[in-house]
């Protein structure tokens, strides 16, 4: 007979043992609430825009006297209130654009337009002056045309000192506004001082002659009945003052119509010289090779040498003589229309049969693309050649023009662009990869876990779970769906990406190819609707909604052993449980030998990884420090639990330390590949001052611990600062690495860039050295650890990836003026290397008290062995191109000797800056 009250007691203590808490699996969901507030010191650039206030109040007030259109003071005034937005939002970089392209510059331009017209007022008052009979006042005028003439000469070298110091700009205005005065008391001068009879009588019949070639030619001067009869009744006026003995009034008179006739012929040679230009630089940009060249270059040379004589002719007031010139240079210009307008018709032509075999793959397939692109530009093609045929040769010109530019690459890239941007839609351009390989590692453990408790189902099931795995695997179904989903997006986010960076048509090609593929995916899985639909939210209330099935179906599994328990318990309680007690002591072994086990194994993982990482010097590392203490405390922690008894707590344990032992391995292995590199053997470098009174560049090249270092910096500034930042740039970047040797590249970066920056700001404005100030630099470096290089680029300097069959490609992209007007689309990559603002950079080290580290600042590429990383200042990039760059490098015996070479043909061609050149080969 079975004691029923110790049958009792035993089912109550198993009740106990097995009930325990069933929790719901890590969803692996974290939370970050980190976000960096940047402070801004905006000082400098406020006394900037003072500055410029200043200056365009004392303009405004001013205009009518400087012959300044209001149109010119709204545009600068816009700019002003432009970069004072930008600056009260944050963007200090922004803010500072906007006034140097946008203020600085065109008012720059604006002053030498008013200088230029004072010069030619002061020219024409100097021959005025000649006919006062007065030797006292003729004296007085002589001795303040020297002063004008002392005031404009200062004035040129102001407003070119005003690129570095603004206030320049302040006082040339405060002596252009001098110089107005005194011409304008000059002038008086002039009108009140008594003139010989004979000088003005030479005068009215100067201007009789001038008028009647006026009559002459008034169809080609365009000039009305009006306008002649005005002039001709105050020629007139002048003889009949003259006849009366009014020499004074008569000579105010008569310099006043002689100042209207040259007006009216210089509005003619104006037009004329504007056609001129236009005409020669779409020869120079199209026509250059063609059949035709020579012909449109001597008609084109014959027009401005007769612009020339007509101009020379007009400041002499040879009237008749300057028309002559001008309608021989009319004539010349008229020859250049026909062969003109078929030489840009037949580029057009061209340009229409090019684009259709550079995107021929690609527009026929993506008929979207093709409509908005080919069919458009065929039009206006053959409106020009109509236009042609008619010999309405302007209309050809302009036409041609228009299909010329509508078929560059950069405006074909943009259509294009716009067209992707579309098809992306609002939510394809949200995708964070991070999150989405968090979402998939999840999606794997999730899965994992629905696996296991398949395989943990137990053979008799009292209580069923499998509606819970039913719903589970449905959920995973959909995650799965979502993720495919999720990475197309992402797919074709960084097509997108890799279009806007695109350099050629098949880069272009490629992308848009990549981006059709993920959206026919995304319209495949999304049942047609096009635009992408799932959402990481989606993802992860699905991923809990499994975890949560999964949770249920290993509760119903826990409830089924204790009611298998009990059963067994019952059967023991009549059969004997002595077995039962065997059984139980086995497996316990079992579970105390496995967990012995992962201890040891854990054990011994870090005392091999303390000796290999002692042996690579990385124990002072702090990156390593951490990743080492957190291995540590996983081995205690694991320790700890197997002596009190708890020998689930180490097999967890093992498999997070297993995990963090994995991903600190692979960031081991390249850092050893590179610390055992002789680096002597593969680096070459060379700094050349080049025809500068000193240089301002700065390179480094040495190998930190399982890191090669390469970087070049061109400082800029008053005298020796230049030098002195870009040496300091390179110092903050050498020792960043020195402490953070095993950190990522990227962060490394990162740090040594705000650093650089601050440090470099901090010096250009310490009161106790204002020979340092406003000084910056530029820096283009690169980490190579392993098989992969990480470059860094702040400025206009470069590095190039050259591989062994001969292809060279930028790996930085510069911040400069001419690199935005080359993304516009506004000049081509030749054009701006002779640009005149060609070194103007739009964001350098130490300008700004803060610095924006753009997306494409920093980028990590593959290198393969035999590849080059070249890094330069633009002393090299401005001279060479990129090809005559990468064959070079190939064709030299040594890195040395390529290095050699590479300076000399730089200096050869023409550089004007310190050149320097840092070549790697992997």
């Keep these: 007979m079975v004691n029923l009250r110790r049958v009792v007691s035993i089912f109550l203590l198993i009740i106990m043992v097995l009930s325990v808490p069933v929790t719901a699996a890590d969803t692996g969901q974290t939370t970050q609430d980190s976000t960096p507030q940047a402070s801004s010191d905006v000082e400098k650039l406020n006394d900037d825009i003072n500055i410029a206030s200043q200056i365009l109040k004392t303009l405004n007030e001013n205009k009518t006297a400087l012959n300044v259109s209001v149109k010119e003071i709204q545009k600068l005034n816009q700019s002003i209130t432009t970069a004072r937005e930008q600056l009260n939002s944050g963007d200090l970089e922004s803010a500072n654009a906007t006034l140097i392209n946008y203020f600085w510059n065109p008012l720059k331009e604006l002053m030498n337009n008013i200088t230029k017209d004072l010069n030619k007022e002061y020219t024409q008052l100097s021959k005025d002056a000649k006919a006062c009979s007065d ?150 940009k199209y026509c250059t090779g063609t059949t035709g060249q020579k012909t449109l270059e001597n008609d084109l040379k014959t027009a401005n040498q007769q612009l020339d004589r007509a101009k020379e002719s007009l400041s002499q007031n040879k009237i008749a003589e300057a028309i002559s010139y001008a309608k021989s240079a009319f004539n010349a210009l008229e020859n250049v229309k026909n062969p003109l307008a078929e030489c840009l018709v037949g580029k057009a032509d061209e340009e229409i049969r090019q684009l259709k075999r550079d995107y021929g793959k690609l527009l026929p397939k993506y008929s979207d693309y093709y409509n908005t692109i080919i069919p458009p530009l065929e039009s206006k093609l053959k409106n020009a050649k109509t236009a042609l045929s008619k010999e309405n040769y302007d209309n050809a010109i302009s036409l041609a023009v228009e299909v010329i530019e509508g078929g560059k690459f950069n405006a074909i890239k943009e259509i294009i662009l716009e067209h992707m941007k579309k098809k992306l839609g609002a939510n394809g351009t949200n995708v964070d990869e991070k999150k989405l390989k968090e979402l998939e590692k999840r999606y794997e453990q999730v899965q994992k876990r629905l696996e296991k408790a398949r395989k943990n189902k137990p053979a008799i099931s009292i209580i069923s779970a499998d509606d819970k795995l039913r719903e589970a695997e449905e959920k995973l179904n959909q995650v799965n769906a979502s993720l495919i989903v999720l990475n197309m997006q992402l797919k074709a986010q960084k097509a997108y990406l890799k279009a806007q960076n695109a350099q050629d048509a098949n880069g272009l090609i490629a992308a848009v190819n990549e981006f059709e593929s993920a959206i026919s995916v995304i319209s495949k899985e999304t049942g047609g609707q096009g ?17 949560k099935s999964i949770d249920d179906a290993e509760s119903r599994y826990t409830w089924n052993k204790v009611l298998l328990a009990v059963i067994a318990l019952l059967l023991l309680a ?53 990743k080492l203490s957190e291995m540590r405390r996983l081995v205690s922690e694991a320790r700890a639990a197997f002596e009190r008894g708890d020998y689930r707590r180490p097999l967890t344990l093992k498999e997070k330390f297993l995990s963090e032992y994995e991903v600190l391995n692979l960031r081991i292995a390249p850092y050893k590949q590179t610390l055992n590199v002789d680096i002597t053997k593969h680096v070459a470098a060379k700094s050349y001052i080049g025809r500068r009174q000193n240089n301002e560049d700065a390179y480094i090249v040495e190998k930190v611990g399982g890191n090669i270092l390469l970087a070049v910096a061109d400082g800029m500034g008053g005298h020796l600062a230049g030098e002195v930042a870009s040496k300091k740039a390179t110092e903050i970047l050498k020792e960043t690495l020195k402490h953070n040797k095993f950190a990522d590249p990227e962060e490394v970066f990162r740090e040594a860039i705000k650093r650089a920056n601050e440090v470099i700001y901090q010096m250009g404005h310490d009161p106790a050295h204002p020979e340092w100030y406003n000084m910056g630099t530029t820096l283009t470096a690169a980490i190579v650890r392993g098989n992969t290089a990480t470059v860094a680029n ?13 292809s060279i490609k930028r790996i930085t992209k510069d911040h400069s003026l001419v690199q935005e007007l080359i993304d516009k689309g506004e000049i081509t990559p ?69 290095v050699k070479i590479l300076v000399e043909k730089a200096y050869g061609y023409g550089s004007d800056d310190n050149i320097t050149v840092v070549l790697y080969r992997h």
């Design 135 to 284: 030797k006292k006042v003729s004296k007085g005028i002589q001795s303040d045309l020297n002063e004008v003439k002392s005031l404009l000469d200062q004035i040129d070298k102001l407003i070119s000192e005003g690129n570095n110091d603004h206030s320049k700009f302040s006082d040339a205005l405060s002596k252009l506004l001098e110089v107005r005065w005194k011409l304008d008391k000059i002038k008086g001068d002039i009108e009140k001082c008594p003139a010989a009879s004979n000088e003005v009588e030479k005068k009215i019949t100067s201007a009789e002659s001038a008028l009647q070639a006026i009559k002459e030619n008034r169809k080609f001067l365009d000039v009305d009945n009006k306008t002649l009869s005005s002039i001709e009744g105050n020629i007139t006026f002048a003889r009949k003052l003259l006849n009366a003995g009014n020499v004074s009034q008569a000579n105010t008179t008569i310099n006043e119509v002689m100042s209207r006739i040259r007006e009216i012929v210089s509005g003619k040679l104006n037009a004329l010289q504007a056609d001129y230009n236009t005409y020669n630089g779409y020869i120079t």
């Design 531 to 547: 635009q992408p639909t799932a959402s990481v939210a989606q993802v992860e209330s699905l991923l809990n909604d499994a975890s």
């Design 574 to 626: 009549g059969l004997g449980y002595g077995g039962y007690i065997g059984y139980t002591k086995y497996q316990d072994k079992k579970r105390v030998d496995r967990a012995r086990e992962a201890v040891e194994i854990m054990e011994d993982i870090i005392e091999r990884l303390q000796k290999e990482l002692e042996s690579l010097n990385l124990l002072t590392d702090e990156g390593v420090t951490r």
């Design 794 to 806: 702040i400025g206009d300097s470069r590095t190039y990836l050259i591989r062994p069959d001969g």
């Design 830 to 898: 030749e054009e701006a290397r002779k640009h005149p603002q060609k070194n103007v950079i739009t964001k350098a080290l130490g300008i700004s008290q803060t610095i924006t580290i753009g997306r494409n600042d920093i980028k990590k590429v593959g290198i393969q062995k035999g590849d080059y990383l070249l890094l330069c200042s633009d002393g090299l990039s401005d001279a060479l191109p990129d090809s005559e760059i990468a064959r070079t490098v190939l064709a030299a015996p040594s890195l040395e000797e390529a």
